[in-house]
């Protein structure tokens, strides 16, 4: 019965995001308080709602009910807990309910923090919040109902893909989802701004604190499945260009030039279109994700290959959606009024570039992940766009990018000095390449660019001190009063730095692995050692295993330096009984910043086995750099500045105290 009323709660909340899809939308046209008001109402009773079916569908698979189709497809009664909880999401249709889940707790935020926007903007804003909503939530009840019943239920389920049986990809999705789908109401931040035909400086005060909080969870959500795929395929990568990859990358691109356009709008009244513009951009390549990896058009790891009828589907919504938008943006837009004008040179001017260059990148992407299928599509020929593409195409686009992030802090507003910026980064380029040069000859040498790659990462980490020892008076000043003006900073200074230098740590990681990692592919048979990154490694023998629900065979290395062993390292290869599915469990070994890395192969009819060893210098520096990064946007959204109440607080203030004077 529960199970029923987990359906049925979800068919309400459908009939209410049509309610708040209208009827504020109406009352904003007709200045009806009450009916725009309905619309705050209404989206807490959607969020109530979705919430309790997906609370729902958790407890089936936390009871294993199996006579649940999608429990009996996706679990197994012998599955530890937390893949009973992450099996709710590990498939399709759980997927898409923790998606719309996610929408309408997102609106619910809106209506409960957004106190402060002008009523018809947030009934507009919720409206179109809740068009969304209303979409999906058809979706999942027409084509993808978590729901359905199996009679008779099945004694066991059959279990859940094994490798999504991880604590990552637990994470992984969550974090995923809450930066796709947290575009969405700069989304309608920005269709509501269209609506209404005026867009200024507290419109983009508005939309910044929902895209910075998008984007750090985007961050987190692409880090935490670049490392997953790392550890748990075994394939010693951290990033191949998967089209599923590049799905999620490609918002985050587009986000990251948003959340500086957006910047200057608020500070300059300037780019006031190409914001709106992004903001519909940013969320139509998150929709264009979703569609990549729930139509079956791709074949991964990471997709859900479903049938043709929910691919049109969510090409229907993709097309409503998107081509609504632009069509509305065609329209409209010419009665926005442009921003104010500035210099080149300028932080404008820096912020614009940034802008151009993301955006060429996005576009880069896209086409490197689009071109195989349309082309598959008009002509039936197969072709796939790899690595060597990406690299050379999006490499060569971010390195004046990376070169000029140090700049932008640094020059003036309207109008900047290129020279006088150039000589206060003069100490970050030389520090910069002075720690090029000092890793390049710690590795005894290497691919020359690789200097140059290094030397790009530890300027970009100086750039971001050097706008803080300015700003305070580092050197110049008393420490006390240096301490002092550092303290007072404001706090979104300190997420700028932040942010900047953790992607400088990400630079280097990825230019040191790739530069200086060693690989050896080689047959060890018990007793045998093996050379990697200093160490020495011994092959002690197979062990046999059992899991809860696996059985499995793990590989013993002992790691010695100088003749001392000082660690060892397990590497596995399980097999998953109910779905008779191979997965191979890598060994790693983290020293300071790097890691050896160990994966099992085939056994050899001699006794051998084929290992795969790795060493991967400051590898940790790629998802390291990322945390600094997350780390940024959460500072940022702690300054009072950006907290979407705050102008209320601001505004209240005189009244209270006109109250106590009266």
């Known amino acids: 019965m529960i199970i029923e009323l987990g359906h049925y709660a979800l068919v309400l909340a459908l009939a209410t995001a049509l309610i708040q899809a209208m009827l504020p939308i109406v009352g904003a046209r007709r200045g009806d308080r009450a009916l725009m008001e309905l619309a705050s109402s209404a989206a807490l009773v959607c969020a109530l709602l979705v919430a309790f079916s997906f609370a729902v569908l958790t407890f089936a698979y936390m009871t294993s009910d199996f006579s649940v189709r999608n429990v009996w497809e996706n679990s197994h009664s012998l599955k530890p807990l937390i893949y009973k909880i992450s099996g709710v999401w590990g498939n399709h249709e759980g997927s898409m309910l923790l998606w719309l889940l996610i929408l309408v707790f997102f609106s619910a935020l809106v209506a409960v923090f957004g106190r402060n926007l002008p009523e018809t903007l947030k009934a507009t804003v919720l409206a179109v919040q809740a068009w969304i909503a209303a979409a999906f939530a058809l979706f999942v ?123 200057v709008m608020e500070k300059r009244e300037a780019l006031k279109i190409w914001t709106v513009l992004l903001a519909i951009m940013t969320f139509s390549l998150s929709l264009l994700g979703t569609f990549l990896v729930r139509s079956g058009v791709l074949t991964s790891v990471h997709a859900f290959a479903t049938d043709p009828t929910r691919g049109i589907f969510i090409l229907a919504i993709l097309v409503l959606f998107i081509g609504g938008a632009f069509s509305l943006f065609a329209f409209r837009a010419s009665r926005l009024k442009s921003g104010g004008l500035f210099a080149p040179i300028s932080r404008e001017g820096a912020l614009v570039l940034n802008n151009l260059i993301l955006t060429t990148a996005t576009a880069t992407v896209l086409t490197g992940t689009l071109y195989p299928l349309v082309l598959e599509a008009l002509t039936g020929d197969k072709i796939s766009v790899g690595a060597p593409f990406f690299n050379m195409t999006f490499g060569l686009l971010m390195l004046p990018l990376l070169f000029a992030v140090p700049f932008g802090p640094l020059l003036a507003w309207k109008r900047g000095d290129l020279t006088g910026v150039a000589q206060r980064l003069f100490v970050a380029a030389a520090v910069g390449l002075l720690a090029g040069a000092v890793y390049y000859y710690a590795m005894n040498g290497g691919p020359v660019l690789a200097l140059f790659g290094i030397a790009l990462g530890a300027y970009l980490i100086a ?59 080689v047959e060890m048979k018990p007793g045998m050692m093996v050379d990697a990154g200093g160490y020495a490694l011994r092959f002690d023998g197979i062990r046999q295993g059992r899991g809860p629900n696996y059985t499995e065979e793990t590989g013993h290395f002992t790691v010695s330096r100088g003749g001392v062993v000082i660690t060892e390292i397990w590497s596995s290869k399980r097999l998953y009984t109910a779905r008779r599915m191979p997965t191979t469990e890598a060994g790693i070994r983290t020293f300071g910043l790097s890691q050896l890395y160990v994966s099992l192969g085939d056994p050899m009819t001699d006794g051998g086995i084929v290992v795969r060893i790795w060493w991967k210098p400051l590898i940790l520096c790629i998802w390291g750099g990322a945390l600094v990064m997350m780390a940024g946007g959460i500072v940022s959204l702690s300054d009072r500045r950006l907290r979407v109440g705050a102008p209320a607080r601001a505004r209240r203030a005189p009244r209270i105290a006109l109250g106590a004077a009266e």
Request: charge should be neutral; proline fraction near 5%.
């Open 141 to 263: 009840l027409l084509t993808s109902n978590p729901f359905a019943r199996l009679i008779p239920a099945p004694g066991e389920g059959k279990d859940l893909n094994p490798v999504l049986q991880d604590v990552g990809l637990a994470i992984h999705p969550p974090l995923l989802y809450l930066g796709y789908v947290g575009f969405s109401v700069c989304f309608s931040f920005a269709i509501a701004a269209l609506i209404e035909g005026r867009i200024d400086a507290a419109w983009a005060r508005w939309v910044r604190p929902w895209t910075l909080a998008a984007w750090t969870f985007l961050t987190a959500g692409i880090a935490m499945g670049s490392y997953w795929a790392y550890y748990e395929l075994g394939w010693g990568g951290w990033w191949f260009w998967d089209p599923v990859e590049n799905a999620s990358f490609m918002p985050w691109l587009a986000g990251t030039a948003l959340l500086h356009s957006a910047l």
């Open 463 to 521: 750039g971001a001190l050097t706008d803080l020892i300015l700003r305070s008076g580092i050197g110049k000043v008393a420490a006390n009063v240096a301490w002092k003006r550092l303290s007072g900073l404001p706090r979104s200074a300190f997420g700028t730095a932040l942010a900047h230098a953790g992607l400088g740590v990400t630079l280097i990681g990825i230019v040191a692995v790739t530069a200086f990692e060693t690989e050896t592919v």
